[in-house]
């Protein structure tokens, strides 16, 4: 692996599925790279296919065409390498916070003693190291949504997808989760591509912004967002903070007009 | 305290009402007693069978039956609806005659029970087997099938094996469905076990209720239904009870989906 081999890559990606009335096109040579350490924002409008590109670059559907590749190899299962924030925390009510945080580690057949260990860090770092032995369902949304957070690190990917992970979220829960993964991020360096439809989110979190058309969705921008880091609600009024917000928005706005 | 009172005193409440109501209108009427006796009758009757003794053995036989039954046909019908669930191939195989078998009353089966099996206690068993069989295959596939694809895709994503799939997230999201047939197949095993012994057998509460009707004892056969009603209760309770505790993370009010009475 050469110094510019991103550690993600889509490569003309396309998804047709069959729909009640005749195929759909979901994607359509979507191509795409994240780099190491890189945090890259996919934005598009609802049904644009965001987050079939997750489930595709996750392994989880095969794409119809066009590759996904993870260092430089192609994915064609799901990798170990690879780490999933889904939009539901979905985390299973039978199993205590710790047990659903090592989900992935005792299916990877990872050494269970260090595994715990980096739980414990992450789940400090997210503030629920008090949680550890409680069954989700004495957690509050925010909370379940931090332990979804925590469970797709654990592991230790180099990679991070996360599909709209925010979105099931309170407006005040979510603003707090989005300086929670900021402070994660930072600490840990991960490569994420992250999927939203919040513009003001996509902007605060990442290093580029890339916009998905309407399905069949395909990368129509890169936005580059260069904020010094580590950003936080000061940001917010920063002018290169709300002109790239603008820009994004007049964008979508001309191609939805009429809602 | 108060709450356990009073979980207590309105059923109370209620039975005494009854009592004064069944009273009553067997003053008001003459009906012979072997239509419907006095309460003391068969209150008397119903300890008379207990303390001196003759019930016990009837009343073992039927738990026996149905207990074994129960069992055997719970077993079977949860290992058959996991492969069914789990395996396409079997599912072709099987699945067709599963549904015929299904829309049959299995009532209907026992004579045929009593000529293959005899008139011993194996008839019994089998058509206890038989009808519990069903709700627990059925709401085992069923709930296996209906685990949240959510939390299967979070054990794909860390290229979980098909048994731990199945272990850590379809049984324990099918849990709940299972457990809703193993509770209405406590009742139907009875119902079950009482029928093969209406057809053809020499012990159990079903021949004793058969021999009450034909010395028109109704104080013995409303006993004999009461034991029955109690043997249900407590299986009932039993279930529940394992069901509360193993299924330990669903809400206070655990809803019964029924798949199927025969």
Same mark, same amino acid.
């Given at each position: 692996m050469t110094a510019d081999t991103p550690l993600l890559r889509a490569s003309d990606v396309t998804l047709v599925y069959q729909g009640k009335r005749g195929d759909i096109t979901a994607l359509q040579d979507l191509s795409l790279d994240?780099?190491?350490?890189?945090?890259?924002?996919?934005?598009?409008?609802?049904?644009?296919?965001?987050?079939?590109?997750?489930?595709?670059?996750?392994?989880?559907?095969?794409?119809?065409?066009?590759?996904?590749?993870?260092?430089?190899?192609? &994915?064609?299962?799901? #990798?170990? /390498? &690879?780490?999933?924030?889904?939009?539901?925390? @979905?985390?299973?009510?039978?199993?205590?916070?710790?047990? @659903?945080?090592l989900v992935a580690a005792r299916s990877l057949g990872r050494d269970m003693d260090a595994a715990r260990k980096t739980a414990d860090d992450y789940l400090a770092l997210v503030g629920l190291e008090k949680f550890a032995h409680n069954y989700p369902n004495e957690l509050s949304g925010g909370m379940q949504q931090r332990v979804g957070l925590v469970r797709g690190l654990a592991h230790d990917p180099s990679v991070l997808l996360m599909d709209e992970p925010f979105a099931a979220l309170d407006a005040m829960t979510r603003e707090q989760m989005t300086l929670e993964l900021q402070k994660l991020w930072m600490a840990t360096k991960k490569s994420v591509l992250f999927i939203t439809h919040s513009i003001p989110e996509a902007v605060f979190l990442s290093d580029r912004i890339l916009v998905l058309s309407?399905?069949?969705?395909?990368?129509?921008?890169?936005?580059?967002?260069?904020?010094?880091?580590?950003? #936080?609600?000061?940001?917010?009024?920063?002018?290169?903070?709300?002109?790239?917000? /603008?820009?994004?928005?007049?964008?979508?706005?001309?191609?939805?007009?009429g809602g | 305290m108060r709450q356990h009172l009073e979980r207590f005193v309105y059923p109370l409440i209620t039975f005494a009402v009854l009592i004064i109501v069944w009273k009553t209108y067997l003053g008001l009427f003459d009906i012979p007693d072997y239509i419907l006796p006095e309460p003391m009758a068969v209150l008397n009757t119903l300890i008379f069978a207990y303390t001196d003794g003759f019930i016990w053995p009837h009343l073992l036989f039927t738990l026996r039956t149905t207990a074994i039954g129960y069992v055997m046909g719970c077993g079977i019908g949860f290992t058959l609806g996991l492969f069914i669930a789990e395996f396409k191939t079997v599912e072709k195989f099987l699945y067709p005659y599963v549904v015929l078998l299904q829309s049959m009353p299995k009532i209907a089966l026992a004579p045929l029970l009593i000529v293959w099996?005899?008139?011993?206690?194996?008839?019994?068993?089998?058509?206890?087997?038989?009808?519990?069989?069903f709700p627990i295959f059925v709401n085992t596939m069923v709930g296996i099938r209906q685990a949240d694809p959510d939390l299967i895709d979070v054990m794909r994503v860390c290229s979980a094996s098909r048994m731990r799939i199945l272990f850590h997230v379809k049984l324990p999201s099918a849990g709940g469905t299972i457990f809703a047939g193993l509770q209405i197949s406590v009742v139907l095993g009875l119902i079950g076990a009482i029928v093969a012994e209406? &057809?053809?057998?020499?012990?159990?509460?079903?021949?004793?209720?058969?021999?009450?009707? /034909?010395?028109?004892?109704?104080?013995?056969?409303?006993? &004999?239904?009461? #034991?029955?009603?109690?043997?249900?209760?407590?299986? /009932?309770?039993?279930?529940?009870?394992?069901?509360?505790?193993?299924?330990?993370?669903?809400g206070r009010q655990t809803q019964t989906n029924t798949a199927e009475i025969s």
């Open positions: 994240v780099q190491d350490g890189e945090f890259v924002s996919v934005l598009g409008p609802s049904g644009c296919g965001k987050s079939t590109l997750l489930k595709i670059a996750a392994g989880l559907v095969p794409p119809s065409k066009g590759t996904i590749e993870l260092a430089g190899s192609i &994915v064609k299962k799901p #990798s170990p /390498n &690879v780490g999933v924030v889904f939009q539901k925390a @979905n985390l299973m009510p039978w199993k205590t916070v710790l047990e @659903n945080v309407e399905r069949p969705g395909t990368v129509v921008m890169d936005v580059p967002v260069t904020l010094p880091r580590p950003r #936080s609600f000061e940001t917010l009024s920063d002018t290169t903070y709300n002109d790239i917000c /603008n820009q994004l928005r007049a964008h979508f706005s001309s191609f939805m007009a | 099996f005899g008139f011993g206690v194996e008839s019994k068993v089998a058509m206890v087997v038989l009808i519990c069989f209406f &057809v053809a057998a020499r012990k159990g509460l079903g021949t004793v209720l058969q021999m009450a009707q /034909n010395d028109l004892d109704m104080a013995l056969m409303l006993s &004999v239904v009461f #034991s029955l009603a109690i043997l249900g209760l407590i299986g /009932n309770l039993t279930v529940r009870f394992f069901h509360r505790k193993i299924i330990f993370w669903e």
